[in-house]
């Protein structure tokens, strides 16, 4: 349990002094984990032939911060890698992603 312990308290060490930031970090995590998974339980599906996840939810986690974790996702389990809305889409909201966040902190309404 030390080891764990160990590994663990510089992340709550930041959490304290950074409360906003330690949560937007474990948010975008929980994202990109959950639409990774998605992915591969879309693929599943697909192969199986079951109920499928819409596209347009990929799109909503991608926009929401989910975008890292579908694009791995797409190619990791080579998952909507011919639909040509993803190829383009997903790195599109990226792009616009890291824009926005370069705007903010240029602006300084956040700092990193």
Sequence with gaps: MSAFLEFIEPFASFMEENPLKGAAIVYLVIMNVYVFFLCRHDKLSAILGKERV???????????????????????????????????????????????????????????
């Design 54 to 112: 819409p596209e347009k939810d990929f799109f909503v986690l991608s926009f929401f911060g989910g975008s890292l974790g579908m694009i791995v996702g797409m190619y990791a389990f080579r998952h909507k890698t011919k639909h040509i809305s993803f190829v383009f889409g997903i790195p599109f909201i990226i792009a616009v992603q890291i824009c926005i966040v370069w705007l903010l902190v240029k602006n300084g309404t956040i700092k990193l």
